[in-house]
């Protein structure tokens, strides 16, 4: 079984989805089950709950279409979602 490779957008969507329904809902059911899930894709989305929690702020690390406009190459999540 094959497994392919995540593209920098796959894992912003990822991440902003699960922060956006961690805000609406912490205890969302299907959401804490990825979140204790032992591989991988648990332990990043456990990561990026985490940091959201001590930050307040979505990640802007991806390298994604139209980050060659801003410094540094990150798009704050505020300018995202306009």
């Known amino acids: 079984m094959g497994k392919h490779l995540k593209t920098s957008m796959d894992e912003k969507v990822i991440d902003y989805l699960a922060i956006e329904l961690y805000k609406k809902d912490p205890l969302n059911i299907v ?19 985490n940091r959201y929690k001590e930050t307040g702020k979505h990640p802007d690390h991806y390298n994604t279409d139209g980050t060659w406009k801003y410094p540094g190459g990150k798009i704050p999540f505020d300018e995202f979602k306009l």
């Open 31 to 49: 959401l804490n089950k990825f979140l204790s899930m032992k591989n991988e894709e648990g332990y990043s989305l456990t990561k990026t709950i």
